[in-house]
């Protein structure tokens, strides 16, 4: 039978479950997916499971009891088999008599290796020994906004007390460790019969014999605390104290951001360069409209996944919604200050409450920028880092709301906080991250990214690490574009738009979108092309017109708005110029064609000569006769160039190879090689280049 919630998704499937009978591992794993998806019981990244079950021992062949839980560094929603860590139980509890105390509980970490039942297993959490000392089968802690408003708030506890009459116990914030583990086992040996345990500021624990029972009671404890905050009288009080100012319409909160998003980009990339996400969610709103912002604000999180993500507190912008932001040096000028006085106060945290031993002092800029009548914009070193921040603060929010409806909120004292954030096990984990890929952090935006050489140069940039926007002014084929990268890289490596480099306001969306979606742009390629191949007598003023629109006009109008969101981020940039190898060499039936990629390429030279004040590079990459994908090879181009060759139009990649000097087909792939060549790093002090990717066409050599 269904379960009836109203505040929580009850999405277990009998029929899927039923077909893992037998296999606990199994149900774990469709457990905590379950659970994953839902937000409101836990963020990304957030939460672990576990179970316990009897399985083989390979050297005694014995029965024992082995424990399956989330391994280190693992998401709930998304997580596989391979993503547990799975260790002898009796060997994890055996840890207590090597145990020297809290002082020295950092050190239990390395021992867990010497419990590992699974040796291809994911290496164990710190939350392990919260899972191994209790005796349940199926276990779930979980961060749910509605039961952390309850740990959170000041009454949390007799809250709690009095909420589930005693059938839920509390333990009050410690951080996570092997302490916390041996403190909830001396909760249920304290209150038997318990069928949870309330963490003070940090979550809660929840379990059942079996996977089924463990996901229900979650359900239900959870439903109770939403329940308790829905109905309390408390909320008849002004949310967050009333509202103090009213937000923009939605399209101008939208053209506010985009416009400001660049500028808070660069003054939030002194580190290394961020990337961006904006979100003006209904609940933001609701929080930064508030009379009780600058008091709850500056307060901080309380769960410590929250603050792990978001940093200590936000950066609240004095800045009125209908600013006008076109000045960016002006605005950055006054905002310069606002990030001074927050990174002054991040660096006074570190010095008051770091320990000897304590990493150095990280990135001080705010991850969580709040724009009263605007929204919220976040920075990581990627997207889904800095979508995932933004969420996480979403959960804050909610907490907060929460809290204020039924008591007071707290939040974790500093020092607390801190050594979570510049825990010594946290370090560690952060040192073990993969370096980081060439382009991380950059932003690209790649016209005529739909097919051809465009894609293969999106797919690229993405495969080293750079977000980017696909366009193109074919809607159907865009389309197509669309499902493929999203197949292939997900949402958070690229955005789509349709793009027409002779429509002015399709351009202004499409860097309106990098910045929404994305913070700003890095790198400009200007790849949307077209081909006519006619005698002079036939070329008509039509084909003239069309060419030098497309190629030369398309080319300048893509650029001048790229370097004007550049010049707002104040880091410099990169624009690459596909052009051709016609535009030196002097073919038949191409006057039109040849002359628009001549003047191509002399408004590259322009370009950078021009923009090298602004650290802002420009080079071309002269492809010749790249026949794979492309739609410029389609119909009257293919048959004017075989006609111009005499040759048959089948003939010509055969034809074009011949006459190259290393007798080489060229491919989309070999130019968006070529672009990563010049935007991969090495060649950060190289602007107005060409560099050939023809094969070896000897009257296209430059010099």
């Known amino acids: 039978m269904t379960k009836a919630f109203k505040h929580v998704s009850y999405r277990w499937d009998n029929s899927k479950a039923s077909s893992m009978a037998g296999d606990e591992v199994a149900l774990l794993v469709y457990r905590s997916n379950l659970l994953g998806a839902d937000l409101r019981l836990t963020n990304y990244g957030g939460g672990n499971t576990s179970c316990k079950a009897l399985a083989k021992d390979p050297l005694t062949g014995k029965e024992m009891e082995v ?16 993503g547990l860590a799975a260790l002898y139980v009796d060997r994890l509890r055996s840890l207590t008599t090597v145990y020297k105390g809290i002082d020295h509980e950092d050190e239990m970490v390395e021992l867990f290796n010497h419990c590992i039942y699974d040796l291809a297993s994911k290496a164990p959490s710190i939350d392990t020994p919260l899972h191994g000392f209790l005796p349940f089968k199926h276990i779930d802690h979980l961060h749910p906004d509605a039961a952390i408003a309850i740990a959170a708030s000041k009454d949390g506890k007799k809250i709690t007390q009095e909420l589930f009459g005693g059938s839920i116990g509390w333990v009050e914030w410690q951080r996570p460790g092997f302490d916390l583990g041996l403190k909830l086992k001396k909760c249920l040996y304290e209150n038997p019969g318990i069928h949870g345990i309330m963490l003070g500021s940090h979550g809660l624990f929840t379990w059942g014999d079996t996977a089924y029972q463990s996901y229900v009671n979650t359900l239900e404890v959870i439903e109770k605390c939403a329940e308790y905050i829905q109905e309390n009288p408390g909320k008849k009080k002004p949310v967050f104290g009333g509202a103090r100012l009213e937000p923009l319409q939605k399209e101008s909160r939208l053209n506010q951001a985009a416009t400001l998003a660049p500028i808070l980009r660069g003054l939030c990339s002194g580190y290394g360069r961020m990337v961006g996400h904006f979100t003006d ?74 320990h000897p031993n304590s990493p150095s002092l990280r990135d001080p800029n705010p991850v969580v920028i709040l724009y009263p009548g605007i929204g919220m914009f976040t920075f990581a070193k990627d ?101 493929e990268f999203k197949t292939q890289f997900g949402n958070d490596a690229y955005a789509s738009v349709l793009l027409d480099v002779m429509n002015v306001e399709q351009i202004k969306q499409a860097f309106r979108m990098a910045a929404l979606a994305f913070g700003g742009v890095d790198i400009i390629v200007n790849c949307a092309g077209i081909s006519i191949s006619k005698p002079i007598e036939e070329h008509t003023e039509m084909d003239w017109d069309l060419l030098y629109n497309i190629l030369v006009k398309g080319q300048f109008l893509i650029t001048q708005n790229g370097v004007e969101m550049m010049r707002r981020q104040n880091m410099g940039g990169d624009v690459i110029n596909i052009v051709s190898k016609n535009a030196i060499v002097s073919g038949p039936n191409n006057s039109g064609y040849g002359s628009a990629k001549a003047a191509q390429l002399h408004l590259s030279r322009l370009n950078a000569a021009e923009l090298g004040p602004d650290k802002i590079r420009v080079n071309v990459v002269n492809p010749d006769a790249v026949i794979s994908d492309s739609k410029i090879w389609e119909g009257a181009w293919a048959e004017g160039r075989a006609k111009a060759y005499g040759v048959k139009v089948e003939e010509l990649p055969a034809f074009y190879a011949k006459r190259t000097l290393l007798n080489e087909i060229i491919l989309p792939e070999d130019i968006a090689n070529a672009c990563f060549a010049l935007v991969g790093g090495l060649l950060n002090k190289s602007t107005g280049n060409v560099l050939n990717v023809d094969g070896g066409v000897a009257t296209a050599f430059v010099r």
């Open 67 to 82: 424990m399956w839980v989330k391994g280190s560094g693992g998401d709930l929603g998304t997580m596989k088999r391979n």
């Open 281 to 354: 969610d209904d609940r933001v709103l609701e929080f930064i409209n508030s009379k009780d912002l600058q008091r709850l604000a500056p307060m901080g999180t309380s769960c410590p996944d929250h603050f792990l993500r978001t940093k200590i507190c936000p950066l609240v912008l004095s800045l009125p919604p209908e600013e006008n932001l076109l000045d960016a040096k002006g605005v950055r000028e006054k905002l310069l200050l606002q990030f001074e006085a927050y990174r002054k106060m991040y660096a006074e945290y570190y010095e008051k409450h770091k």
């Open 383 to 483: 997207k889904q880092t800095a979508r995932v921040a933004a969420e996480f603060y979403i959960n804050a929010i909610n907490v907060m709301k929460g809290a204020e409806t039924i008591s007071t909120y707290t939040s974790l004292p500093r020092q607390e906080a801190f050594d979570i954030e510049y825990w010594l096990l946290e370090e560690a984990k952060l040192k073990r991250m993969p370096k980081p890929k060439a382009l991380s952090g950059k932003i690209a935006l790649i016209t005529g990214s739909a097919g051809g050489i465009g894609k293969a140069i999106a797919k690229k940039f993405i495969m080293e690490g750079a977000c980017v926007v696909i366009n193109d002014n074919d809607a159907d084929r865009l389309a197509k574009a669309d499902t």
